[in-house]
């Protein structure tokens, strides 16, 4: 039962001198269950769970309730740096001797890490395989993808393995985890929460944010509490955000969706949703208007085909930022051939101009936000397919034989090339904006994720909305599973 608390419910209930529930209880409950588990998500135990657990219920109970994750159970996604654990990119390890940033700040909060959870090839898959520890199952439906990259993060909260993962995201991977298995997820504003992993491989500095996937939207607003202080995050300095403080809430304080202003992109030529996603756009808009909001269909002054492409630009920008000397050769042989070859040895002259297009769009953004509180966009264009390793070893934002296979509301079929899935992801990532993503339940279909985005440092406004939208009562994975 303790494993599908709240983790205010677990930190409450630990910290008492009066409750039976112990953090090593509650971490020894979920161990045996991650052992039980088929859907592999969790794939490396941290061996000393258990005697941090118990350190925790040593403490005093007046220690113990100042810790704000007093005692809870998290895992962390593979790539990310653990003391003493095993990192991995889903191609190379090591086994660094201290925390990432980010992680410090969890335990420095009195989290237990439970293990590590997994990703897919150099996290570049909305799947979640890899060569060395395999594939990890959606526990809604083991047939379909988990999502990715924050796949095994997702997989591990939605089967109550874990009361929250830490997920990265530089095109929606710990969004489009969290939708397709029906959980919540945060991707911040860039630079507010540390990004960094360590000495892990692959991990680009621009647009990459670090984000936390729970059952619930209160649950997501503890932890970020807890990584965004300027205390125990380590933000890094290039973000320009060292000593930013990120304001309150802009919603109204009545603790209601009352006169709240929601801009809603729900469809576009450069990325048709299916019509899953166009049910759940409708419902949540009719609770939206049931609740006082004031809801508009809108988007950005930009043309949608050139936000793709300027993002699609910027992140193999990113990650060449940090590829080898041998997979950059590679992609210069290419280049003559391949658009996305040349994109990855781009001149710094050429990455300049994509970085004055990109700063268009981000003004586009900012006049939106002058009139609305709130950018409401799907997460992905389709609820969780079938597991398809076709191409695998290609990232998700490069051209590839894969297709996602989305049905329109009228009936039409569409083979949408797989590089588009990242069109919606890539709505909050190139701006460098928050986004929430909020699982809806729609009928005859797996759990489908829509996103809250805001405007610059805008965190608190979109994981406050989502907690008045799940207050209200758009159905989740709760409900899905009970059907």
Same mark, same amino acid.
């Given at each position: 039962m303790?494993?599908?608390?709240?983790?205010?419910?677990?930190?409450?209930?630990?910290?008492?001198?009066?409750?039976?529930?112990?953090?090593?209880?509650?971490? !020894?409950?979920?161990?045996?269950?991650?052992?039980?588990? /088929? +859907?592999?998500? &969790? $794939?490396?135990?941290?061996? *000393? @769970?258990?005697?941090?657990?118990?350190?925790?219920?040593?403490?005093?109970?007046?220690?113990?309730?100042?810790?704000?994750?007093?005692?809870?159970?998290?895992?962390?996604?593979?790539?990310?740096?653990?003391?003493?654990?095993?990192? !991995?990119?889903?191609?190379?390890?090591?086994?660094?001797? /201290? +925390?990432?940033? &980010? $992680?410090?700040?969890?335990? *420095? @909060?009195?989290?237990?890490?439970?293990?590590?959870t997994?990703?897919?090839?150099?996290?570049?898959?909305?799947?979640?395989?890899?060569?060395?520890?395999?594939?990890?199952?959606?526990?809604?439906?083991?047939?379909?993808?988990?999502?990715?990259?924050?796949?095994?993060?997702?997989?591990?909260?939605?089967?109550?393995?874990?009361?929250?993962?830490?997920?990265?995201?530089?095109?929606?991977?710990?969004?489009?985890?969290?939708?397709?298995?029906?959980?919540?997820?945060?991707?911040p504003?860039?630079?507010?929460?540390?990004?960094?992993?360590?000495?892990?491989?692959?991990?680009?500095?621009?647009?990459?944010?670090?984000?936390?996937?729970?059952?619930?939207?209160?649950?997501?607003?503890?932890?970020?509490?807890?990584?965004?202080?300027?205390?125990?995050?380590?933000?890094?300095?290039?973000?320009?955000?060292?000593?930013?403080?990120?304001?309150?809430?802009?919603?109204?304080s009545?603790?209601?969706?009352?006169?709240?202003?929601?801009?809603?992109?729900?469809?576009?030529?450069?990325?048709?949703?299916?019509?899953?996603?166009?049910?759940?756009?409708?419902?949540?808009?009719?609770?939206?208007?049931?609740?006082?909001?004031?809801?508009?269909?809108?988007?950005?002054?930009?043309?949608?085909?050139?936000?793709?492409?300027?993002?699609?630009?910027?992140?193999?920008?990113?990650?060449?930022?940090?590829?080898?000397?041998?997979?950059?050769?590679?992609?210069?042989?290419?280049?003559?051939?391949?658009?996305?070859?040349?994109?990855?040895?781009?001149?710094?002259q050429?990455?300049?101009?994509?970085?004055?297009?990109?700063?268009?769009?981000?003004?586009a953004?900012?006049?939106?936000?002058?009139?609305?509180?709130?950018?409401?966009?799907?997460?992905?264009?389709?609820p969780?397919?079938?597991?398809?390793?076709?191409?695998?070893?290609?990232?998700?934002?490069?051209?590839?034989?894969?297709?996602?296979?989305?049905?329109?509301?009228?009936?039409?079929?569409?083979?949408?090339?797989?590089?588009?899935?990242?069109?919606?992801?890539?709505?909050?990532?190139?701006?460098?904006?928050?986004?929430?993503?909020?699982?809806?339940?729609?009928?005859?279909s797996?759990?489908?994720?829509?996103?809250?985005v805001?405007?610059?440092?805008?965190?608190?406004?979109?994981?406050?909305?989502?907690?008045?939208?799940?207050?209200?009562?758009?159905?989740?994975?709760?409900?899905?599973?009970?059907?």
């Amino acid at each position: 039962m303790s494993s599908n608390l709240t983790i205010a419910a677990l930190v409450s209930l630990i910290a008492s001198d009066d409750s039976p529930v112990t953090s090593a209880s509650v971490t !020894s409950s979920l161990l045996q269950s991650i052992s039980f588990s /088929s +859907n592999n998500s &969790v $794939v490396i135990i941290n061996p *000393d @769970a258990l005697t941090q657990a118990q350190n925790i219920d040593a403490k005093s109970s007046l220690v113990k309730r100042k810790l704000p994750l007093c005692g809870v159970p998290f895992t962390i996604k593979l790539h990310i740096d653990v003391a003493n654990l095993t990192s !991995s990119n889903g191609i190379r390890e090591h086994t660094p001797t /201290s +925390n990432a940033p &980010v $992680v410090q700040a969890l335990l *420095d @909060a009195g989290a237990i890490i439970l293990g590590k959870t997994n990703i897919p090839v150099t996290c570049a898959d909305y799947q979640s395989y890899n060569p060395h520890f395999g594939a990890t199952l959606n526990p809604l439906d083991p047939t379909v993808s988990p999502g990715g990259s924050s796949g095994g993060s997702a997989s591990a909260v939605a089967e109550c393995l874990t009361s929250c993962c830490l997920g990265t995201d530089i095109g929606g991977s710990v969004r489009v985890p969290a939708s397709f298995c029906g959980v919540f997820s945060h991707k911040p504003s860039w630079g507010i929460i540390s990004k960094g992993q360590g000495s892990s491989t692959n991990a680009p500095k621009d647009m990459s944010t670090t984000g936390p996937i729970t059952r619930n939207s209160e649950d997501l607003k503890i932890v970020f509490e807890v990584l965004a202080s300027n205390q125990s995050s380590g933000r890094e300095q290039y973000s320009g955000l060292k000593n930013a403080i990120l304001p309150p809430s802009i919603l109204p304080s009545n603790n209601s969706l009352a006169n709240v202003s929601v801009a809603v992109w729900s469809d576009d030529e450069s990325c048709p949703v299916d019509s899953s996603v166009s049910s759940a756009i409708s419902k949540t808009v009719a609770l939206l208007k049931t609740q006082g909001a004031s809801v508009t269909f809108t988007k950005p002054a930009f043309d949608s085909e050139h936000m793709l492409k300027v993002y699609r630009v910027a992140v193999a920008a990113a990650m060449a930022s940090e590829a080898t000397p041998e997979t950059l050769s590679q992609f210069a042989a290419e280049a003559n051939t391949n658009d996305e070859a040349k994109w990855m040895i781009a001149s710094h002259q050429a990455w300049l101009a994509n970085e004055k297009l990109r700063a268009e769009i981000k003004k586009a953004y900012s006049t939106l936000f002058q009139s609305y509180d709130i950018l409401l966009t799907p997460t992905f264009p389709c609820p969780a397919f079938p597991h398809d390793r076709t191409d695998a070893n290609q990232p998700f934002w490069r051209e590839s034989s894969r297709t996602l296979d989305i049905v329109r509301a009228d009936g039409e079929k569409i083979a949408l090339p797989y590089f588009r899935g990242c069109f919606w992801p890539s709505v909050a990532n190139l701006p460098l904006l928050p986004a929430t993503s909020f699982p809806v339940y729609v009928e005859n279909s797996l759990p489908v994720g829509l996103q809250a985005v805001g405007r610059e440092l805008g965190d608190r406004t979109t994981l406050e909305f989502v907690r008045l939208v799940e207050k209200a009562g758009v159905e989740g994975v709760a409900q899905y599973k009970s059907k």
